[in-house]
């Protein structure tokens, strides 16, 4: 390290000459310097060489490749270190660092939010690790600090001259940082601060047209962004009155744009309430109240411009999403939409309309008898949203419609039939999921949810059916085709298709849009897909093993449990080891032992114990693993289970783990029960509990030679058992219940008295002189031991 200072002189010496610019070696340094950073030793080094000062210097430069391994360097110095973080901001300046990633170059956005996002952490957090002297003494207040970057972002919202890329990636941080990790956090004062200081600015953006003159740059992504960054803050919020905030805030905005400024203003506001349905709807719907602005959508909608008519459209699908306003458009927009969807000349306003229709056609769900529309009027509809996916001519943001539209329409079996059977749609629907377009993703996952079955369905009691019938109300109707033998063939097309290399895809993607509802719904596809054991292969050659270890570590509870269970059926009829290779394993353990929790259902506690019995036979080191999630005792639980099934998958569960130290440590504690079970469970009916059982105790007598004497203790049955699993015509379990003898043999004199003085030594006679086999070997063993000790004499013949 001595030389090390010299080095950091140096790179930063060939990075700042201007001769030697677009070299080899002005990017060998670059890519040194980023190395360097990535370790603590070295990000100290950088730093203590007054090297915020000349990272500084290198953004000024403006070159992208200088400002790229400036900022990657600055997260290397910024990391957990909370004391170098508040330095690096005091000498750049907040509203520096923050201004970078207005930037048009997307790389250089993208490096200044990552850099942003680990300062936030890092002021979060405070010092994750023990530094030492005086960087690790200085003493800030993280809150302010926070408070000062957040308003900074806030105030980059709505300034002229930002990239839309740029603003995107301000409300991905705002969505990452600002709302609480967990409901059981009290402390919410951070989003009722951004609501109270930002609100305004968050509604500007998700109210901004793209590519119109006079408005804020954005993307497409952008209001789908500024409406994750709402429902978030909305659902941060505790209590009435912080809500009756929120609506207030969002209704006065609305009010000054609808009021006063004429037909752009009026745009505007109903652009802001369609943001606002797409995120916190309970805001939207209060905001479509307001006095005109349901008039003034169903009158835009007839106008002559196309960029009116868009929001308008837009606005009126978003409002369909509630039964009680979908029955009233129905009786009055219906006809609105049928006409805009036959007489509009432009593709991206028929398109729109036709989701319309396709939100009021499903308003019914799954119900068969609700009816919204004529017979056959929904497939027709669904006909022509595929027509549009399949246009490679229209445009990834138009086409994003047509996925809507069959993500409502795929409610209907028939509509499931035919688009399982269109590969030309399939495909386009899992290229449309990889593509740049991002806000599609929701929509893909709810139309797979949808042809796959895998949404939450209870079968109603029929006696409660009876009942309804006869107090004439309404009962929901299944569909024929929604029938387990339909559901099977539909999830097989879409594996022939390639469905889980188009999840794998999704689940990648890094974007607020990847919600934890919509990782729900890919979770609840993946379940579906390997729901039966021959398809699971499939799965795992398309990387699905890989795609749900994600889903399962993170997302909304359902969502993690559906996912967990999903792995768990993998693990149970794959070698794990090829599921998931490598270090990747040793992640799987955490989201099965999370089933075993008691909220999930007896089968997710047995397919768990099923493949943790799996993993728990790979190695020493997995054991540990399953022991360091705190496993054993609800597998223990689980072994007086009153399900023969689930009682029986913990004991094998357990007879695999008996194989670690601090297991048979367990077994021999004193004043427990547990090796009694294991005796009793050997003597049981079922041949599965008593080969698992039988097999736990055969290894434990070997391993712990202290355990035999304790079996005479533990039950005044045990020598019946032994002589049952001695003379059992199944030669696994004769095999089992030698050793289990042989090893109580060797353990001492005493017990081998005991044995040998019942009818185990005819038994063991007999079956030593049976046909060569592990059982005869085992037995003739016994017998050779009871003799060293002089408890039997051999015969003449010397046997």
Known sequence: MSSTDAKVEQMFQILLDPQEKGTEKKQKASQNLVVLAREDAGAEKIFRSNGVQLLQRLLDTGESDLMLAALRTLVGICSEHQSRTVATLSVLGTRRVVSILGVENQAVSLAACHLLHV?????????KKGFRGKEGAIIVDPARELKVLISNLLELLTEVGVSGQGRDNALTLLIKVVPRKSPKDPNNSLAL?????????????????????????????????????????????????????????CENYIKSWFEGHGLAGKLRAIQTVSCLLQGPCDAGNRALELSGVMES???????????????????????AGKAKRASFITANGVSLLKDLYKRSEKDS???????GLCKLGSAGGTDFSMKQFAEGSTLKLAKQCRKWLCNDQIDAGTRRW???????????????EEFVEDEAALKALFQLSRSEERSVLFAVASALVNCTNSYDYEEPDPKMVELAKYAKQHVPEQHPKDKPSFVRARVK????AGVVSALACMVKTESPVLTSSCRELLSRVFLALVEEAEDRGTVVAQGGGKALLPLALEGTDVGQTKAAQALAKLTITSNPEMTFPGERVYEV??????????HCSGLQNFEALMALTNLAGISERLRQKILKEKAVPMIEGYMFEEHEMIRRAATECMCNLAMSKEVQDLFEAEGNDRLKLLVLY???????????????????????PSLCSRIPQVTTHWLEILQALLLNPNQELQHRGAVVVLNMVEASREIASTLMESEVLEILSVLAKGKESPVTRVAAACLGKAVDYGLIKPNQDGE
């Open 119 to 127: 300062m936030f952490d890092a002021l979060k957090e405070g010092v």
């Open 193 to 249: 601060w951004v609501i109270d200081q930002g609100l305004k600015k968050i509604l500007e953006v998700g109210g901004s047209v793209q590519d119109a003159p006079g408005e804020l740059t954005v993307t497409a992504n952008s209001r789908m962004s500024a409406s994750i960054l709402l429902s978030k803050l909305f659902d941060d919020l505790k209590c009435d009155a912080e809500r009756e905030n929120f609506h207030r805030l």
């Open 297 to 319: 959508v169903i009158a835009l909608c007839a106008s002559e411009q196309e960029e009116e008519q868009l929001v308008a459209v837009e606005a009126l699908i978003h409002a």
């Open 349 to 355: 306003i028929r398109i729109r309309a036709l989701v």
């Open 402 to 416: 047509a996925v809507e539209g069959l993500a409502y329409l795929t409610f209907d079996a028939d509509v499931k």
């Open 493 to 496: 097309k879409l594996l022939a």
């Open 589 to 598: 353990v955490r989201p099965l032992v999370s089933l075993l929790h008691l």
């Open 682 to 704: 050997s003597g049981e009916d079922d041949e599965l509990l008593q080969r698992a059982a039988a097999g736990g105790l055969a290894m434990l007598t070997s391993m712990r």
